[in-house]
């Protein structure tokens, strides 16, 4: 057999496989599996957004199936930088902003028009578990700083500045209501993340896939402290929560937006035509704005039953995350008396107890007694009890 | 502004900005442009085919959203293995068969599992657009293989063996049946691509976007002929015309699909949901043979109708495709009149006679006195008006 590429023969089973693989065996075991696992919410798109989509398809129309420009419908982006002012979030132009198809290909474009073999790239540590292996597709080398978990996982400064070189460092990466962690970056850190990068003259892709959902206070836009060195993420897989249709968009300098909208010609020619005709129906109808209040309330009743069952548990250290849909817990004590790891506890809490989580061992170091649990998929009475499963379990160690 | 990949470098305005740009052109000039220049059908996909995705949609189905496995819908990729089988080609396992988001993704998908920087990848001259600046954003050089105008367009066998080199040439890019020419391999033409490609431990990428239009005789598999070199890539943008939605495959060996498959979730995660249960029902229901025949039937009497046309206006040579939705045309007496290249001719016969062609000069040297006439969005009647408009402004010259 003939030759494979170095970016192929970097990539391993990824933590997203292994992901991937515990709900598959959630799936399978029925029904009364408890999915604290899952990274997307449980709930449909409104119907309203959907409505004039089915229309199209019902009359026929030929428009639907034809290709959309390459950097995604123009009506669509206007949407998009609509809707981000309305957020008081970045104020951008249409030709800031490229559609494309889903988080995965944001991450993917971003890094493949900033990045060459032997680079390094920066993350807080933990991280989603979908950056490092990316990184590592594209030959280089990742530099992780800790974050503080007694301080819902504040950014270590002083390690960001130390990890940085000028030359070396092309992109500091951080995510933002964070996945795994909720932490909502606060002024102070926002204001370090773009100084150190200013000071390595380096990008900061700042993903920002759970910006709608913050409970509490409101959200720092890196964007607006550095235009010229600031790309923003995002994905429509959680809100409007269409993941399997694939869309989401890349926001940053009109110069970057240019080049990105290559790469994302190279590998996907244009996003998907049904996902687009929904988001666009979804973010220039007036409804959205309470739809997404609704949701927003939903999930904070939800996060606010995780934390508080999981506070129940004795010695369980669970942070109440500010943003997103994840709470991290700290099970070392437990992880000591079975002998195990996180990957252990997780697998062991799915086959006696069937409640599914990640371990926080996916996302890093720092992270290696916990496990990540979600609060998207499960109504309040669920989590209650899903919880309750877990603590009855250990407390019987 | 902080530093941008060497892939990007690469990347300039491609011929594919070039002929969307002609193509936007000529949907500003209105509904009079006969548009030779389009790549995809005019025709959407049978309403039967639809449905099942309508009614989900009208359920409210929340699975229709969600995530679908990473290498395509268990059930699709089935399907696919069927179908190859059905049209008497490759008898792959569904293991073998990797869905992805449309031809480019297809292509990037298939390139990047196999491109390391500095080395070489060998297509013919002419060659689809895409795969030159595909070639370049990965590092590696371009050797072309010049075919024969005078003989349909059929590959110099003895350029090829004299152009690949053991531990250098990576790929061998083939598209049949053939885009820009048309041209269907016959036995030979393929069995020299696969003995050469062998001589240098070479792969061999064969684009089968048209596998299924195919009007005279029948198509040679190289997949059968070397299971372990050859990777097949096909998108369901032209049947059944789905472009805008996002669908294609990769068959290979197990090995090859393995490794793409990490490319593929890296890029994309997972491909559209819409799309997968579309194709799914398209490809599993009996009415599936008969849309395509028809398909077939309307195309060909299409392809006859251009090449008579353009048969009929002086010295200009016309190569009759066994396949595809292209005519090849030979213009060099008239460009020496107009005293232009084929990228002037096409735009003198846009704005003059409102007529949308590609240069043929966009796919190489061979073709640079040509222009590339689509056949599939246009009826038989519309087609003969279009080619006599550029009889009759040619004629005066």
Redesign the interface.
Known sequence: ????????RA?SR?F??LV?ELGEKSERAGKNIYRFDVG?P????P?WA?EP??EA??R???S???????PGLEELREAIALDLRAMKGPRVSPDEVLVV?????AM?VAL??????GCEVVVTDPVYFGYP??IE?FGCSIRRVPTDPGKGFKINVEALSSVVRRERT?ALVIVDPDNPTGRVLDKSEARAVIDVAASA???VLVDEAYMTLVYEGGKEWLFDMDP??VVGLFTFSKDP??????LGFIYG?R??IE??S??A???????????QLLVLKYLTDPRRKEFVEEARRTYRARRDAMVSALSSIRSVQAYKPRGSIFVMADFSEYLERLGTDSQGLARTLLDKVGVATVPGSFFGETTKTHLRLSFAGEAEERIKEGVEAVKEFLDQL
Not at 1 to 8: C, E, H, R, W, Y
Not at 241 to 246: E, F
């Open positions: 057999m003939p030759l494979f590429s170095k970016g192929i990539l990824s997203t496989v991937d997307v449980g709930v449909a798109p119907a959907v989509l089915i398809l019902r026929g129309d030929t639907v199936y034809s290709y959309s420009p390459g198809s889903g988080g995965q290909h993917f493949a028009s900033i990045l060459d073999r292996s990316l597709y092309r003259d380096s990008w010229s060195r929560g269409i993941p399997g249709w694939r300098a110069e970057f080049k990105a290559l790469v010609r190279e590998t996907m020619y244009s996003p998907p035509m049904p996902a």
